[in-house]
């Protein structure tokens, strides 16, 4: 592979000896999670892998001339999407296999020498044993760990009104217009709906239960919507697309720089 190659930025690209090569330059390993579950009537099962996927091509493109250290780990293409098997077609583990397996999968990365390991989620479902698991490697190996959903790393302002940007957070319009550019023979645009989420009769009926609340209800995806999508993905476009996936593939690769050059040394004074 030549330097400049976005191949080189693959974990299982490469051969034992060429990889005990890059772990001699102090990498960023990247464990890329995705799920596999219903996103409406519209949307394929795979998004959020087809997503995750996506979103790593575009930041290894970015980063390849840089020559950063950085090796992407095989995408986990399922995760923990209880919530959603109510639909045909979801799969899920329990968040006890997750868990399991994710500390299995960070006690290999430690075992070849690499001290840098970052999280990167696409569904939102998982972030909670996601973040235990980074802490809990973080003490149990001494690996130095991030925990990054793609959905944190922010949009280009004025991308999505305030409404979608709040209630659309299952194959709304961001969803939507993310596949129609990586994906679109998947998606089935007839099929697409403005699909109203219940969370926002209650945000408007009380003043302390919601998602993003002081009292944050567990639930399944059918309580939000009998489609089991949130927002409108009627406004879809390709562009919108486009412009979400440059952001964030140019926002991550700027995080790996920073995680790349964390000094492990520095501690709190004493």
Same mark, same amino acid.
């Given at each position: 592979m030549k330097p400049n190659d976005p191949a080189r930025l693959y974990w299982a690209n490469h051969t034992s000896e060429s990889l005990a090569e890059m772990v001699a330059r102090d990498p960023v390993a990247v464990l890329p999670i995705g799920a596999i579950e219903q996103h409406g009537p519209h949307l394929p099962l795979a998004v959020d892998t087809d997503i995750n996927r996506g979103l790593v091509k575009a930041t290894a493109d970015i980063l390849a001339p840089q020559d950063l250290p950085v090796l992407f780990l095989p995408t986990m293409p399922i995760g923990k999407s209880t919530e959603h098997l109510d639909f045909p077609g979801s799969l899920s583990f329990s968040t006890q296999t997750l868990i399991a397996m994710w500390m299995e999968i960070g006690e290999c990365v430690a075992k070849t020498g690499i001290k840098r390991l970052v999280f990167f989620n696409s569904h939102g479902g998982q972030v909670a044993p996601m973040d235990i698991v980074a802490r809990d490697l973080r003490v149990k190996y001494d690996l130095l760990t991030f925990s990054c959903n793609w959905f944190g790393l922010g949009?280009?302002?004025?991308?999505? /009104?305030?409404?979608?940007?709040?209630?659309?957070?299952?194959?709304?319009?961001?969803?939507? /217009?993310?596949?129609?550019?990586?994906?679109?023979?998947?998606?089935?645009?007839?099929?697409?709906?403005?699909?109203?989420?219940?969370?926002?009769?209650?945000?408007?009926?009380?003043?302390?239960?919601?998602?993003?609340?002081?009292?944050?209800?567990?639930?399944?995806?059918?309580?939000?919507?009998?489609?089991?999508?949130?927002?409108?993905?009627?406004?879809?476009?390709?562009?919108?697309?486009?412009?979400?996936?440059?952001?964030?593939?140019?926002?991550?690769? /700027?995080?790996?720089?920073?995680?790349?050059?964390?000094?492990?040394?520095k501690r709190p004074a004493t």
């Open positions: 949009l280009p302002d004025g991308l999505l /009104s305030e409404h979608e940007n709040t209630y659309g957070i299952h194959a709304g319009e961001l969803e939507t /217009s993310m596949m129609l550019q990586l994906q679109p023979e998947k998606c089935r645009m007839a099929k697409a709906q403005n699909f109203r989420s219940h969370i926002e009769d209650l945000n408007t009926n009380t003043r302390h239960l919601g998602l993003g609340a002081g009292g944050k209800i567990g639930w399944k995806a059918n309580d939000l919507n009998a489609f089991g999508a949130c927002g409108d993905a009627t406004v879809a476009t390709p562009e919108t697309g486009e412009a979400a996936i440059n952001h964030v593939a140019a926002e991550f690769a /700027s995080m790996l720089q920073e995680v790349h050059e964390y000094d492990l040394t």
